[in-house]
């Protein structure tokens, strides 16, 4: 059975770095094929992707959000992390981490995490 | 970026009834490996989203077989027969054929 979780700060102070915890079961980051991505959604709006790292440790960021975006995992913990620098306002939505193989992105889904910016 | 065009925005539907909804990509989804990246998720109210298909056509395991995708190229549809209470929500589509991967903006379903 894959599981995820998100955990975060809840609240954080614009120009600060948001850091984000993927801990997940049922499923390995160093199987072929394997990735975890991240998500977020503002509230009352749409789905966007942020970034996906794979089990040979490749990763793919979403431009948009320029160079702010680092992802990385931790194989052997079961755990994927996601950082955000420099947030503002516009960064306040409920992030979620996904099962990610291959063909079938997305295939399970965290409760999400709501993070709000806010001074 | 390929952007994802969904129709209608909002849809209302009996019970029993058919639903569909449409997706537009500004480029093929065909990728160069033969497969075409398309899914499509439900997100129920107050849920995370769920995935019901994907490479355009499959179902996920688990997913009732009155959800259906089809399509190729740059049109995709996903058609729900006999809908259902608990198939209220609303449906994106996402490609992952290009980077950066994008989502379709969503197609409100609610039952009449």
């Known amino acids: 059975q894959v599981t995820l979780k998100e955990s975060g700060p809840g609240i954080l102070q614009p120009s600060h770095t948001l850091s984000l915890t993927c801990s997940f079961s049922g499923f390995s980051l160093s199987t072929y094929g394997m990735g975890v991505s991240w998500i977020r959604q503002p509230s009352g709006k749409g789905l966007e992707w942020l970034a996906s790292i794979w089990w040979n440790g490749n990763t793919y960021n979403n431009p948009s959000l320029k160079s702010r975006l680092t992802v990385s995992k931790d194989t052997s913990n079961n755990q994927a992390f996601l950082k955000v620098t420099s947030v503002d306002t516009a960064d306040t939505a409920t992030y979620y981490c996904?099962?990610?193989?291959?063909?079938?992105?997305?295939?399970?889904w965290g409760q999400g995490t709501l993070v709000t910016v806010s001074s | 970026d390929v952007v994802m065009t969904q129709t209608p925005v909002s849809l209302s539907v009996s019970l029993g009834n058919q639903a569909s909804i449409s997706c537009r990509s500004s480029?093929?989804?065909?990728?160069?490996?033969?497969?075409?990246?398309l899914s499509w998720y439900l997100q129920k109210p107050g849920q995370s989203p769920q995935l019901l298909i994907y490479l355009a056509s499959n179902r996920f395991s688990g997913v009732s077989n009155r959800f259906s995708g089809s399509g190729s190229g740059t049109d995709f549809t996903l058609k729900i027969s006999r809908v259902e209470p608990e198939d209220l929500g609303v449906y994106y589509c996402?490609?992952?054929?290009?980077?950066?991967?994008?989502f379709g903006s969503g197609t409100k379903l609610e039952i009449k």
């Open positions: 480029q093929s989804l065909l990728h160069s490996d033969g497969n075409t990246y």
């Open positions: 996402f490609q992952h054929t290009h980077l950066p991967l994008t």
């Open positions: 996904a099962h990610t193989p291959t063909y079938y992105p997305f295939a399970y």
